[in-house]
């Protein structure tokens, strides 16, 4: 690993390394900013989900890996209120202050 900037997505906080890791636009180029299982095609594929329940899902897939339920809601808690696709709402952030 060369890079000091790791890609993240914006909107999971998901790694993203693999080409196939990121996310399609519209025209179907890769967007670098969200992963594909977040964004396909130019659309979120979970449109309209809160960031509530963008963590509750992130924390069932975490622990699905191995991971406690309090280390994983810990890291959701810290990583994605801080992500560029949920910052714009305020009342989320006021809820994890
Ligand atoms: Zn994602």
């Known amino acids: 690993m060369g890079t000091s900037e790791k890609n993240i997505c914006q909107s999971c906080g998901m790694p993203m390394i693999n080409m196939t890791d990121f996310g399609t ?4 180029n890769i967007n ?3 992963c594909h299982y977040c964004y ?9 989900i809160s960031l509530e329940e963008k963590m509750a899902r992130n924390i069932k897939i ?5 991971m406690t339920k309090a280390t994983a809601s810990k890291l959701a808690r810290n990583t994605l209120p801080k992500l560029r696709r949920w ?4 009342k989320a952030q006021q809820v994890f202050k």
């Open 25 to 28: 636009d519209r025209d179907g």
């Open 32 to 34: 670098t900013d969200y």
């Open 40 to 48: 396909q095609e130019g659309e979120f594929t979970d449109k309209g």
């Open 62 to 66: 975490a622990v699905k890996l191995g």
């Open 87 to 90: 910052r714009k709402s305020k």
